[in-house]
Structures are given as structure tokens and as C-alpha cells.
């Protein structure tokens, strides 16, 4: 039985994957630095499946707490999910951002290698698709970004072709994600931002809880079919289901896959509005702002590569994404 390392495992989509590597059949190890989740996500992740799950709170920039996990644990492979990922906080701190997510996960690639184990599946993003792309985004497609989060998922892929062009031995997955949301439909484990959301989901749930009073949606005038934001939104468990298929190619096959994770669609935040109020039995009071600095108009996949590669196809609607959404909020609230 194979051992995954779930670095980030505490995390929104690191959990979710947890979950479904251990229906999957796989021993999984969670590793978390636990700056934005909580440790007591691993016994929820343990409570949902059944399976015990070893923990360790270690950092990307602490390598002798990473090599202690790879001296008592045999890993096999590496989900490394481990990362900052607020755009706006990385431009005030790019220096962080820089060390962390790129220093960091050339400390884990480095560990990896002294013990031997070279698969890893990197949670990239859409992000890195830019802004000058059409879509629907193919994975072939120039990358490039508009702040320091977002170069730091371009400067890993390509970091990480690099090291297996270096070493054929190398099993390397870029998977992109788009916009994941929802929760496991326990409501045990969810997104659960510290502070203020910036995404618009947990945005949306938390006026919809009366936690906050009003959604500011970020322009009316974009060239889509309302004038607001599209972006291809994903159920969190086909994103972790999209993990155990990427996790099976790779462990029989050597190389790089870039790999989009998208349903293929779009949803506009007045769609999302209405499907989360439909969802929720709640009103969303919401008033129309400026544009945000760094948005594009519209954003979704081209899920074919997904397809044809991993046989991996996400099955959950925008009103399944918001009743599991709005379950997690209420139980957690
Ligand atoms: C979605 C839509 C906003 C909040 C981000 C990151 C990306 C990735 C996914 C990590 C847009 C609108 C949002 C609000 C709004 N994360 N919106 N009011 O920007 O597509 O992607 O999360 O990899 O890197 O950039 O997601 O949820 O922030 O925005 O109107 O309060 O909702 O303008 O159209 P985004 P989002």
C-alpha cells in the first residue's frame, strides 16, 4: 500500500484529498505548518474515514523537521499543497511569498531526493494562465502573471520541469486548479478562511450567515453574460478526486503532465448569487464595486488533457457545490 505525503494536509483542498486518498486505499502522512487551518482538521479527516492519519507540524523552511518525517515515514510520493496563497497579501510581501512557496518547496524537492523519493503532484493554479489568454484555457498555453502569488506557481512549474529534465527519474504533475469550492457533504471539513474572505465564496456564506452585510461584487462591466466575473468553480471532492487520478498516472508513468482541474465551464457572481441564495434560503445583499486590480472578465478550463489523460471528469453542479458549501458553513458557524 502506497504512502502519500500530504504536505498543506490541514488545509481546504488538502484535506478533501486526505479524505479521498484513504478511500482511495492509501496511507496517507499530513503535514502542516497550521498558519492558516487548525490540527484538529486530522482528526475530522481520521472521523470521516476510519483510517488513522500520522501528523506532523513542520515548515517548508524548516528542512531537518521535513527530514525527520522522511526518516521515520517510507513516503512514496508527494502532494504538495503546502503554500501562500492570498494575491493581495503577496504584493505587500513578496519577499515572503518568494521564500516560502519557491525556497520552500526546493527545501522539500531536496529532502525528497536524499531519500529517494521522486513523485510529486504540485497544486498549480489558473492563475498562472495570466490575463491575455482566451478562453477556454489549454494547457499548451503561454503562462504568465499579474502579482507575486501567482509568479510563484509559474516559477515552480518551472522549476519542477526543470529538476525532472535534469533527472528522467522525475514524476512531476502540475495540476492547474480553477475556482474549487464546496465542503465533504458531513460538513465536517470546509473552507474556513482566517479573517475576512477574499474568495467569493466564503465571502458569499458568511453574508448569507449574517456574519457579514453585504457582498461587494467587483464590477458589473465586463464582457460576459450579466457584465460580472465568470470563473469555472469546482467541487473540492472532484478536485481531490482529480489528486488520486493524477497520483495513479504518476506512479506509472516518469516525465512532467500539466494538467488542467476545471468542470469546463463558467459562473457569473450574480449566477453564484442566486445559486447560494437558492442553496441557503438566504437573501444576499450585494452592491456592485469597482473592478479589482488583476481580475479577468472570464476564466474555464478545457478539461479534454483530464480526460484523455487521467480518465478523471468532475461530476458535481454549481447547486450541489453551494448546498455543501452552505451545510459546512451552518455546522461550523
Ligand atoms: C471570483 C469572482 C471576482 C470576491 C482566486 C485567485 C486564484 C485562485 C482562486 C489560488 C471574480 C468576484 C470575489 C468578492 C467579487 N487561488 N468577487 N466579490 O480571483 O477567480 O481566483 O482564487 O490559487 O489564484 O486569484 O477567485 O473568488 O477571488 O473571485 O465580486 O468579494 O468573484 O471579481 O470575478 P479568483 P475569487
Not at 67 to 78: L, T
Not at 298 to 321: F, N, P, S, V
Amino acid at each position: 500500500m502506497k504512502t502519500i505525503l500530504v504536505t498543506g494536509g490541514t488545509g481546504f483542498i488538502g484535506s478533501h484529498t486526505c479524505v479521498e486518498l484513504l478511500k482511495a486505499g492509501y496511507q496517507v502522512v499530513v503535514m502542516d505548518n497550521l498558519s492558516n487551518s487548525k490540527a484538529d482538521v486530522v482528526k475530522k479527516i481520521e472521523t470521516i474515514t476510519g483510517r488513522t492519519v500520522p501528523f506532523y507540524r513542520a515548515d517548508l523552511l524548516d528542512v531537518p523537521s521535513m527530514d525527520r518525517i522522511f526518516r521515520e515515514q517510507k513516503i512514496d510520493a508527494v502532494i504538495h499543497f503546502a503554500g501562500l496563497k492570498a494575491v493581495g497579501e503577496s504584493v505587500e510581501k513578496p519577499l515572503l511569498y518568494y521564500q516560502n512557496n519557491v525556497s520552500g518547496t526546493i527545501n522539500l524537492c531536496e529532502v525528497m531526493h536524499k531519500h529517494d523519493c521522486k513523485t510529486i503532484v504540485f497544486s498549480s493554479s489558473a492563475t498562472v494562465y495570466g490575463m491575455h489568454n482566451p478562453v477556454p484555457m489549454t494547457e499548451d498555453m503561454p503562462t504568465s502573471a499579474t502579482n507575486p502569488y501567482g509568479y510563484t506557481k509559474v516559477m515552480l512549474e518551472q522549476i519542477l520541469t526543470d529538476l525532472h529534465t535534469a533527472d528522467p527519474a522525475w514524476s512531476v504533475m502540475l495540476l492547474r486548479y480553477f475556482n474549487p469550492i464546496g465542503a465533504h457533504e458531513s460538513g465536517l471539513i470546509g473552507e474556513n478562511p482566517n479573517g475576512i474572505p477574499n474568495n467569493l465564496l466564503p465571502y458569499i456564506a458568511q453574508v448569507a450567515l449574517g456574519k457579514l452585510p453585504c457582498l461587494g461584487v467587483f464590477g458589473d462591466d465586463y464582457d460576459t453574460v450579466d457584465g460580472t466575473g465568470v470563473r469555472d468553480y469546482i467541487h473540492v471532492v472532484d478536485l481531490a478526486l482529480g489528486h488520486i487520478a493524477a497520483c495513479r498516472y504518476a506512479f506509472s508513468h516518469k516525465g512532467v503532465e500539466i494538467v488542467n482541474l476545471g468542470t469546463g465551464s463558467g459562473t457569473s457572481v450574480l449566477q453564484m448569487i442566486k445559486a447560494y441564495e437558492k442553496a441557503s434560503g438566504r437573501a444576499i445583499p450585494f452592491a456592485i464595486r469597482p473592478r479589482r486590480a488583476g481580475d479577468v472578465a472570464t476564466c474555464y478550463a478545457d478539461t479534454q488533457k483530464a480526460k484523455d489523460l487521467l480518465g478523471w471528469t468532475a461530476q458535481r453542479d454549481i447547486d450541489q457545490m453551494c448546498k455543501d458549501s452552505w451545510r459546512f458553513t451552518v455546522q461550523n458557524a
